[in-house]
């Protein structure tokens, strides 16, 4: 499998977990000249925005540890344009404060089955 397709499998994967979690997907691979958010869900008044690594082998680092510093800054810019867009920052600002951004690590097997789901969160605050 490429790299391009690993991707949109892992982000598949990710959108049916987090349904299953109870989150309202509102968009996915939203763009904008930031950069591009994966997965953009909604769970009890809360957006959250989502950047999906799936990973065969932890060879080159761990999914989670591929979201860096710089990356994290990226989604964050990306993600305070989608609230600027969809207006969502005139709600109430308690609701639709300061952007929530969680990693979804899928590790697969050789096979592709699904091995392991992680999900981080909030992990602009841990950077």
């Known amino acids: 499998m490429k790299n391009i397709e690993l991707g949109k499998y892992g982000e ?23 950069g591009e958010i994966d997965l953009i869900a909604q769970k009890e008044g809360r957006v959250i ?3 999906v690594k799936t990973r065969h082998s932890d060879f080159f680092g761990t999914a989670e540890e591929a979201v860096d510093y710089r990356k994290t800054r990226k ?3 990306t993600a305070f344009e989608f609230l600027t867009e969809w207006k969502l920052r005139r709600g109430n600002p308690a609701i639709y404060g300061y952007p929530r951004i969680d990693v979804i690590a899928i590790d697969l097997n050789m ?8 999900h981080f969160k909030n992990i602009y605050e841990s950077k």
């Open 75 to 77: 989604i964050l810019k």
């Open 49 to 51: 925005f989502f950047e």
């Open 12 to 34: 598949v994967l990710a959108r049916k977990y987090l349904t299953a979690c109870g989150y309202e997907i509102l968009a996915a691979n939203w763009r904008c000249r930031f």
């Open 111 to 118: 096979y592709n089955m699904v091995k392991n789901i992680k």
